[in-house]
């Protein structure tokens, strides 16, 4: 079955400065790829997503890129404020199947 | 619109009681997907309805696990005879037919003591 890999484990940047989280999945089915952030103590929300006819995707400060072919995914966020500060989640998935997580992120922003 | 919600929000129970935990997905939303987290930990998948199609029950952890959702809407997943490693949040998320974006709803904390 498919497995996501994502690191880093933890990550602290100052505000201002980007932040790059990067997932690896196994399945080369999977052809969905959503980005969830969680603050503590609430639910997962979607921020961003791709799928697998795209390369790239941005949305305002963030953005997600994906390699097929290394079977690799990743989330940028540019110019990190404190309230970007939270757990980030990659996953995969084929079509609208089950989600598989990675193990999370957390980022922390420095003011 | 309304999101997903979830009751209750919290449950605290003694091992060896069973357990109901209730989902409301988003209205029109066919698919319905239960995951767990536990504390500090990524999330699990559990379960997945889709429509009238046989659930997927491939996550679920053992046999004192079980869904079942009525309608094609309201969502109810049972843990029978709970044991303290059951302890975790349970997360319900829905989706359109079709488009795979799923919603989580809030979740129910679930501590067995």
């Known amino acids: 079955g498919e497995n996501v890999e994502q690191h880093p484990s933890t990550l602290s940047v100052q505000e201002g400065d980007s932040a790059v989280i990067k997932c690896t999945y196994s399945?080369?089915?999977?052809?969905?790829f959503p980005w969830y952030k969680q603050e503590l103590g609430k639910r997962p929300q979607l921020i961003i997503d791709?799928?697998?006819?795209?390369g790239e995707k941005k949305d305002q400060r963030i953005a997600v890129t994906l390699n097929k072919t290394a079977k690799h995914f990743s989330l940028h966020i540019t110019e990190t404020q404190p309230e970007d500060s939270a757990v980030y989640f990659c996953?995969?998935?084929?079509?609208?199947?089950?989600?598989?997580f990675g193990t999370g992120t957390r980022l922390q922003v420095f003011p | 619109g309304a999101g997903v919600s979830q009751s209750p929000s919290n449950k605290v129970t003694e091992k060896g009681k069973d357990v109901e935990l209730r989902c409301d997905p988003i209205?029109?939303?066919?698919?319905l997907y239960w995951y767990r987290q536990s504390l500090g930990q990524g999330l699990e998948f559990l379960i997945y309805?889709?429509?009238?199609?046989?659930?997927?029950k491939s996550g679920l952890p053992s046999d004192r696990f079980s869904a079942e959702r009525t309608g094609g809407s309201v969502s109810t997943l049972t843990i029978q005879r709970t044991q303290q490693e059951d302890s975790a949040v349970y997360l319900c998320?829905?989706?359109?037919?079709?488009?795979?974006?799923?919603?989580f709803g809030p979740g129910t904390r679930l501590t067995v003591t």
């Open positions: 209205s029109g939303h066919t698919a």
């Open positions: 399945d080369s089915a999977s052809n969905y």
């Open positions: 998320a829905s989706s359109l037919a079709g488009g795979p974006e799923q919603y």
């Open positions: 996953a995969a998935s084929k079509n609208t199947d089950k989600l598989i």
């Open positions: 791709i799928r697998s006819n795209v």
């Open positions: 309805f889709q429509g009238n199609s046989a659930p997927d």
